[in-house]
């Protein structure tokens, strides 16, 4: 195997200082000369039309600048997901403009009616309580399944049905109907996750102003800023361009999916243009609670099929999604649930139908893992009482429909070109002692405190080539000192892909790791990128970076031919090695150069033919390149009190090579801690009875905390992926799909009662511990409520 210098090495991230001393600048450190405070005043009600609004009292108040309704709106409708600019327009219309920026019919507690900016924070705050607005209230549907129903009040008057949209899974395959009537095994799993919040530590935040030349400048913390500026020049203010608009995105506090939409920038954009000075839109926590965005809640029915052996014969999946007011990427996450639930394995006779519903609630949004969570709950318990009908092993079920090299992958048209997974299970079931500790179906376990085990596996992608524009580029310049600046865009989240990066870019241009400097996060510099999101950066930036280090390479052995040459030894290009900043062949034992030598030389020296060292790199990603897992967890549930505590989880994830393994298994940590939360503590809960949502604050949603966090083990299984820079994959997203599914199989194995909503809370398992999953109370009246 190749040893490398940089790849695969546990090396820090660049960017850790910034944030572990506090000098990192976010969005809310930034301020811009004679900068003013903007507020947005919300509906207090969940379905109202607007009668009246008056905002004379308001406007007049000392230091206010402007105070803008809907009147003062571009009449042009947009979506706050702004994946409809990356989508060919002939292969999906799940993407619907649905909204203005300022309504005239609030669609739920939260929606945006007006908005102000003063001179300081407290006079716009203050200028909100005079405006005056008369409702008239409209009756309100919080529910999708009763959204659909005949009769049922519109929340959009063009939407008939409240079907904002609906599909038959496109890669529907052979014939279901007879594969269920011909099966020794037919079982059915229904289940509903809650809307998880992506609770990012910096709320929404966006600051607008024009320079001297009368471009607009935004600043705002984004997951894909080239495509947010197209979105808004397309879909919001037809009347600017692409040029019009610099999008700054510095230091970001979290994203998971929420970064990847419009927040407040276009009411940013709009104050800037009213009053003319620069504007900082602020929210405050209890604001991103009850406004844009989170998971989206998906209601599910799924029927798996086998035969006595253990082979899957069909599986069908009914989806009813819940897209809150406005679609957004709802429709698209429930899409790609579909292609993950029916594609992580081997079965011939595959058909699933989603259909999004608009109630009168917050919008939901993608997060991370985007869809497969949401599946994986439901399908993975599903699997696993098929495997208890058929009396088999639920790892030696799994391991029986696994899908090989060749088969259809979950985008099923594109063969699977890689997969590890059967690996992954064995590793991390050997390494939690699985065959020890599943005792085998209906075990009754003795005592208080009853422990169990389950697993769950799972597909994801690198990126969503085929299906989205997936293409990256970058640009590399080599400074006189040997340094070189990256110049590249990624949303640095957290997730550590400014680092890894910066490996490849060294690995692949034979710099020191040290000396390579990333400029990021400004529309102006850096070259078009779709964002970060679909586990999608290492792959498809990654080999964009790795491409422009081959020519910087190039350039270097190019040139250092020369240097030989004042040594009296004569070498061609192919002779030198370019390694960690350092110029060696083995044509000349003992000479040596340093990388800097050739880069002052071509900046400086004269009659050199004086030109910096540079290259670019652009990468077009045509498949989807998924990466795999196998994780199991082992729980313990006090049958006095319903508390699931997660005594021991093990996950081994199939990553290709991972550039940076320190980084990997730090992306897995959290996203099972995220993970954890997901499935037993974070409710979002709304108010039957007025649409407000409860759970506001972070006392009121319950966060997992470092005691919620179980001894834990994420085993790297490594082969290279031909196609991966490197052979890496991506793995942001995986490590939050297999922990909810896990638990909820290791709760049925300590307790043989199965809990079909999310979160999987201590009340929820100590009712069903008292009257069984059979008797819980009927269909979810507010998502996240019992099902």
């Not at 190749?2 to 001393?21: C, H, Q, S």
């Not at 594609?343 to 999004?356: F, P, Q, S, Y």
């Not at 031919?561 to 083995?586: K, N, W, Y």
Request: proline letters at 5%; charged letters at 20%; hydrophobic letters at 40%.
């Amino acid at each position: 195997m190749t040893e490398f210098a940089y790849v695969g090495k546990r090396l820090t991230k660049p960017d850790i200082y910034g944030k572990v001393t506090g000098e990192a600048k976010y969005t809310d450190d930034m301020t811009v000369p004679s900068m003013v405070e903007g507020r947005i005043l919300a509906s207090p009600h969940a379905h109202a039309r607007i009668l009246r609004i008056d905002t004379s009292k308001a406007a007049a108040l000392p230091g206010v600048l402007c105070v803008l309704t809907h009147k003062d709106c571009p009449d042009s409708r947009f979506s706050r997901s702004t994946m409809a600019e990356a989508l060919p327009e002939f292969a999906f219309t799940g993407e619907r403009q649905d909204q203005y920026i300022l309504t005239d019919k609030a669609r739920y507690v939260g929606d945006w009616i007006a908005a102000v900016a003063a001179e300081d924070i407290y006079t716009a705050e203050a200028a909100l309580e005079l405006i005056e607005v008369e409702y008239e209230l409209l009756p309100m549907i919080l529910d999708p399944h009763k959204a659909l129903e005949p009769g049922a009040p519109s929340v959009h008057d063009d939407v008939a049905g409240n079907i904002a949209f609906e599909m038959d899974h496109p890669f529907n395959s052979g014939d279901v109907d007879r594969a269920f009537a011909e099966a020794e095994a037919v079982v059915e799993f229904t289940g509903v996750n809650s809307r998880q919040k992506h609770l990012h530590l910096e709320t929404d935040i966006a600051i607008a102003y024009h320079e001297s030349d009368g471009r607009l400048v935004i600043i705002s913390p984004s997951q894909g800023p080239h495509l947010a500026k197209k979105h808004l020049t397309k879909r919001v203010f037809p009347d600017l361009s692409d040029g019009d608009i610099r999008w700054l995105s510095p230091t970001i506090g979290g994203g998971f999916g929420a970064r990847l939409a419009l927040g407040v920038e276009p009411v940013a954009v709009l104050l800037a243009r009213a009053c003319k000075r620069p504007v900082r839109v602020t929210t405050t926590r209890e604001e991103d609670f009850s406004g844009y965005s989170s998971r989206t809640d998906q209601h599910q029915t799924i029927r798996v099929a086998a035969n006595k052996d253990g082979k899957l014969l069909a599986i069908e999946q009914i989806i009813v999604a819940d897209s809150g007011a406005y679609l957004s990427h709802s429709a698209t996450t429930a899409t790609v649930n579909m292609q993950k639930t029916l594609g992580v394995l081997k079965c011939d006779n595959i058909r699933g139908h989603l259909t999004v519903a608009y109630t009168n609630t917050p919008t939901t949004s993608g997060f991370r893992g985007y869809g497969n969570p949401e599946g994986a709950f439901v399908f993975q318990q599903a699997l696993d009482r098929l495997a208890e009908k058929i009396g088999m092993d639920p790892m030696e079920f799994r391991l029986k429909n696994l899908k090989v090299p060749g088969d259809p992958s979950c985008f099923v048209p594109v063969p699977l070109e890689h997969t590890k997974l059967e690996e992954c299970i064995h590793l991390a079931a050997e390494k939690i002692g699985y065959k020890d500790k599943w005792q085998g179906w209906g075990v009754a376990k003795p005592g208080r405190y009853k422990r169990g085990i389950g697993m769950s596996v799972l597909t994801h992608a690198s990126g969503a080539g085929g299906f989205l524009l997936e293409h990256s580029s970058c640009v590399m310049k080599v400074l006189s000192d040997g340094a070189l600046n990256l110049i590249v865009s990624p949303c640095e989240m957290g997730q550590g892909i400014i680092g890894a990066l910066a490996q490849v870019a060294a690995e692949s241009s034979g710099l020191r790791y040290e000396q390579i400097r990333v400029s990021t996060g400004d529309t102006d510099v850096t070259m078009f990128d779709i964002g970060s999101h679909a586990s999608r950066s290492m792959l498809v930036i990654g080999n964009a970076v790795a491409a422009a280090g081959v020519k910087i390479k190039e350039q270097i052995r190019d040139r250092a031919v020369a240097l030989f040459a004042e040594h009296q030894v004569r070498v061609t290009p192919d002779q030198i090695e370019v390694r960690a900043g350092r110029i060696t062949s083995d044509a000349a034992p003992g000479v040596a150069f340093d990388v800097a030598q050739v880069a002052y030389a071509a900046i400086y020296d004269f009659g050199s033919g004086g030109s910096q060292l540079n290259a670019s790199g652009s990468y077009l990603s045509t498949s989807h390149h998924p990466n795999h897992q196998a994780a199991f967890a082992e729980v313990e549930v006090d049958t006095e009190t319903g508390l699931v505590t997660v005594l021991n989880y093990v996950s081994a994830h199939d990553i290709g090579r991972a550039i940076n393994p320190l980084l990997v298994e730090a992306q897995m940590e959290g996203s099972l801690v995220q993970g954890i939360g997901f499935a037993l503590t974070e409710d979002f809960v709304i108010d039957p009875d007025t649409g407000r949502v409860l759970s506001d604050s972070l006392l009121t949603y319950r966060l997992p905390t470092t005691m919620d966090v179980p001894d834990m083990a994420h085993l790297l299984v490594e082969d290279p992926l031909e196609a991966g820079p490197f052979g890496a994959k991506g793995c942001g997203e995986a490590g939050l799909v297999n922990p909810a599914p896990a638990i909820a199989n290791a709760i049925y194995d300590a307790i043989g009662v199965r809990i079909h909503s999310l979160p999987m809370a201590a009340d929820k398992v100590l009712w069903a511990l008292r009257h069984g999953e059979g008797a819980a109370p009927g269909g979810s009246r507010v998502s996240g409520q019992y099902l």
